[in-house]
């Protein structure tokens, strides 16, 4: 029996790392003190550990072929002669108001003129019915003939791909590390899919639904249009259990309450989701990507059988996806195509490993980067820091290494040190210290001190991005005046390596914190006082362009906090406006190729604070400037759970909270869940409190709580080589129980791996844990309240 073997193995390590466990003495609390019995005994809350492999999580599908009749789809190349002839186009030069566009079935949709099925694809050619000239405004004309392909690459996984078939230069993100499509499969006859396409001349409709079940799963209908800066659809969801759509604060499950969710990276703190209509609580990464639970379904024995299915956005411009109080799931995008990744699968972690799969070979962190992190804005001097590592190795606390904030370099200039405070070029002091230095790398380069090598180096290579007149576009950060790499160039990132590569080789330093990459920009779109004439200087249509946007994503402008969205990435010639969520990623990607391969370290140890997906093949993350309050702790919890459906395991956010002055009591609770990050950093804002664990007279619960996390290490590294090491929510393991799905279990319940079980206590004066255990047999590990 290969579960009784598997099981004895596991029993056997999880008995050794008890015994390990025990071996250690715990209850070294230094000062702990007897009127404050909620911070007496803090610690990770508690954490089960599963006795046994659960037998069958998963039970097999039984599924109902007849369904497929649904499916009007034929095993036959069909080729009606049906070619669209352009020049017989009708002009009608309508303007349509978008907030009709739901209405508009009477007068505008798509009907199908050429259906093709081939081996591994269909292809459909639908057109505007009666071919008029719609547009929303002079940006925004309707895309007459749309060109839509399936792709089948197998049997539960297919594309679907949207583009203008006149025009092959609308944006798209393409990333050579995703799954490929193997052109020579062919599955659409053997599918979990049935797929329904409607009648020629018809008002068009393509609905994808799961086979076995015949649950709607996606579909285009008289709702879709495609406009030049303007793409709608929308669709009926399976269920009111969607996940993902990141990144923000909020809970985990998210709300079908006319909610609109915006996509676009931006740097703001503290931002809360409201998952109201209005939108715009967007946060420093993009994920178009969320997992659904599909209906339950009942098979012949009445046995309730959970499914869910996930579905990707492969897609960067700007956008908001409504989820409307009618459960359906309406798409509002800028730009770009529609390329849909749609996959079908039994469990939610299938639909998790799948997408993971298909982004490519997360980048695996050292062993040192899951142990404990202490940092702060702040830190004046390498003698701080000293007393920092000393005050910590006092109370026998482990830490890894001190994160260094922007106060290291010389007036903030990327790439600079003042050596006199943190020299870090001096192997005998660094040495001396004895943990690992890890500095804030902002992505901007500084213009205002014109001696710097770096500064004339990145004028002399011209690596910035662009203006509309082709000067070097200057925004404001944190070095004042600033010119931003883009990264689109092949000379930047020859620059930017040979920096990296010598900035690391020259200092004492361990890893980067890439910071400010969504680009950030102090100066909204532009720096007045810079360009009182470029407005006037450049032809109306651009300006036209920004303020003629269509649709404006979210309740804030998108260039707030940004750069301007008509400045230019030269080596194709696309606007900020299309390429802007790309910038963070290629910043990541080429600030590991130069720690990677010049640095020759084999595990770069990057967190960056702008994501898209594929970011997790270079960088891991940290969910960027929270606030010091339960409710921030609360969320810190579903970024872990979204992060991990986002193929980025390896997050965290800022314990006991970045700004506002946190509390004893928060910041203990806060170290017993943020012990269970993969990503456990301590950091505070300059003007606060002081919050280093040891600044408290109560410190015991943090330091029981990361003495458990380091005897686990091994046990958490041993899971990560083996990509089992996952922070995730209970019922990703337990699909089947209905309980795990309610709120207060679905947002609380941590499972770390398949086989620990965690509750961490979020409320503020809360002295016990209310836990729920899933079917097995569990057993305490580790229990200090
Ligand atoms: C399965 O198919 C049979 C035959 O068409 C039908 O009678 C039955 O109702 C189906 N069962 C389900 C659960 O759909
Ligand atoms: C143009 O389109 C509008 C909106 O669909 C319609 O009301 C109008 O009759 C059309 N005009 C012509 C000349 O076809
Ligand atoms: C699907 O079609 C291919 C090509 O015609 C054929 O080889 C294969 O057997 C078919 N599979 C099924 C399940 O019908
Ligand atoms: C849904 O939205 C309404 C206001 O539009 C609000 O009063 C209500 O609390 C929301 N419900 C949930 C569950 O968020
Ligand atoms: C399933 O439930 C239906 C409706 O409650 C009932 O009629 C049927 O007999 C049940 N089937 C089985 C196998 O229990
Ligand atoms: C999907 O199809 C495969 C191969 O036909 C099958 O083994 C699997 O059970 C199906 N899964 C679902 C969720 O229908
Ligand atoms: C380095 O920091 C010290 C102390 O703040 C300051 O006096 C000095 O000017 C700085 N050096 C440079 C080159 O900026
Ligand atoms: C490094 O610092 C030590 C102690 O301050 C000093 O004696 C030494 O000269 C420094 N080395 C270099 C290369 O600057
Ligand atoms: C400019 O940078 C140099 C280092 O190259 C530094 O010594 C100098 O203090 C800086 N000047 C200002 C005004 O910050
Ligand atoms: C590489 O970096 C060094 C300084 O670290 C600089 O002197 C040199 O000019 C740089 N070369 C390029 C191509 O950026
Ligand atoms: C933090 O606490 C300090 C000292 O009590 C106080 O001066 C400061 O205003 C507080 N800051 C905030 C943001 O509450
Ligand atoms: C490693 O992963 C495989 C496949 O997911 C799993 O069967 C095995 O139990 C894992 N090993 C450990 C030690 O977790």
């Known amino acids: 029996m290969i579960f009784t073997k598997i099981c004895f193995i596991k029993c056997l390590i999880i008995t050794q790392l008890l015994k390990l466990i025990q071996s250690q003495q715990f209850d070294s609390r230094p000062h702990v003190v007897a009127e404050n019995l909620l911070m007496d005994y803090v610690s990770l809350g508690v954490i089960f550990q599963k006795s046994a492999l659960q037998q069958s999580l998963y039970s097999q599908n039984v599924g109902n072929d007849s369904v497929q009749k649904n499916t009007n789809l034929v095993n036959i190349v069909e080729d009606q002669d049906k070619e669209i002839n352009q020049n017989n186009l009708k002009s009608n030069n309508t303007r349509l108001n978008l907030l009709d566009l739901d209405k508009l079935q ?149 709300e079908f309450n006319n909610s609109l969710y915006t996509l676009w990276n931006r740097d703001v703190p503290q931002d809360i989701e409201t998952a109201d209509s209005k939108g715009g609580h967007n946060t420093y990464g993009s994920h178009p990507v ?5 209906t339950d379904y009942q098979d012949e024995n009445n046995q309730t059988d959970t499914h869910f299915h996930l579905i990707y956005l492969q897609n960067v411009n700007a956008m908001d996806i409504f989820l409307t109080k009618q459960q359906e799931i309406e798409y509002r995008i800028t730009g770009g195509i529609l390329d849909f990744k749609i996959i079908a699968c039994d469990s939610p972690s299938n639909c998790v490993q799948r997408y993971n799969v298909f982004l490519g070979k997360q980048a695996l962190m050292p062993l040192w980067a899951y142990g404990f992190h202490q940092s702060r804005w702040g830190y004046q001097n390498i003698d701080e820091v000293k007393q920092i590592i000393a005050e910590y190795n006092f109370i026998e606390f482990p830490v890894e290494s001190i994160f260094i904030d922007i106060d290291y370099m010389i007036n903030y200039n990327t790439f600079t040190v003042n050596q006199t405070i943190f020299p870090l070029n001096n192997y005998s002091i660094m040495k001396d210290i004895e943990k690992r230095i890890v500095p804030i790398l902002d992505v901007g380069i500084g213009l205002e001190n014109q001696t710097l090598q770096v500064r004339q180096d990145a004028l002399y290579y011209n690596v910035g991005v662009k203006d509309l007149t082709h000067k070097i576009y200057i925004g404001r950060v944190w070095p004042g005046y600033t010119l931003f790499p883009d990264f689109q160039k092949p000379i930047t990132k020859i620059f930017w390596q040979n920096y990296t590569f010598n900035f690391m080789k020259q200092n004492n330093i361990s890893a980067f914190w890439l910071d400010m990459n969504e680009y950030a920009n102090f100066c909204h779109g532009i720096c007045e006082e810079l360009y009182q004439n470029y407005r006037q200087s450049y032809n109306l249509d651009v300006e036209l362009f920004v303020e003629g946007l269509a649709y404006q994503p979210g309740s804030k402008p998108l260039e707030n906090m940004s750069l301007s969205l008509v400045s230019i990435h030269e080596e194709s010639g696309d606007l900020e406006f299309n390429f802007h969520n790309i910038n963070g990623y290629l910043h990541s990607q080429s600030t590991y190729k130069a720690v990677k391969y010049e640095m020759q370290n084999p595990l770069p140890f990057l967190i960056s604070r702008s994501t898209i997906p594929g970011s997790g093949n270079y960088v891991s993350h940290w969910a960027g400037d929270n606030n010091s309050s339960y409710e921030f702790m609360a969320y810190s919890v579903s970024s872990l759970f979204n992060f991990h459906i986002f193929g980025i395991d390896f997050t965290g956010s800022d314990i006991c909270g970045f700004m506002g002055n946190t509390t004893q009591e928060l910041c203990n609770r806060w170290a017993q869940l943020g012990s269970l990050y993969p990503f456990s950093r301590n950091h505070n804002h300059e003007k606060l409190l002081s919050q280093e664990f040891f600044t408290f007279d109560e410190f015991g619960g943090a330091l029981f709580s990361f003495r458990t996390k380091y005897s686990l290490l091994k046990y958490y590294y041993t899971l990560t080589l083996n990509n089992t090491y996952k922070i995730q929510p209970a019922f990703m393991n337990f699909a089947n129980d209905s309980n795990l799905y309610l709120d207060n279990i679905l947002e609380t319940h941590i499972m770390i791996g398949q086989h620990l079980i965690s509750v961490p206590v979020l409320k503020q004066g809360q002295n016990y844990y209310e836990i729920y255990f899933p079917q097995g047999r569990w057993q305490i590990l580790n229990q200090n309240i």
Request: proline share 1%; aromatic share 18%; hydrophobic share 35%.
């Open 290 to 294: 969320y997992l659904m639970k599909d």
């Open 106 to 254: 009477q007068n505008v949709f798509y009907v199908l003129k050429k259906k093709t099925i081939q081996d591994n694809k269909i292809q459909l050619l639908i057109q505007l019915y009666q071919n008029f000239d719609f547009y929303l405004n002079t940006y925004n004309n309707f895309i007459k003939c749309i060109k839509l392909t399936l792709y089948c690459r197998d049997a539960s996984f297919i594309d679907l791909v949207a583009e203008d078939v006149n025009d092959d230069l609308r944006f798209k993100y393409k990333n050579q590390n995703f799954e490929q499509r193997n052109e020579k499969s062919f599955c659409f006859n053997n599918t979990n899919f049935s797929i329904f396409i409607s009648d020629y001349n018809e008002p068009f409709q393509l609905k994808i639904l799961r086979k076995n079940t015949n649950t709607l799963l996606f579909s285009l209908d008289e709702r879709f249009v495609m406009s030049d800066k303007y793409i709608h659809l929308k669709y009926q969801a399976s269920s009111k259990f969607i996940f993902g759509l990141g990144e923000r604060n909020y809970k985990f499950k998210l």
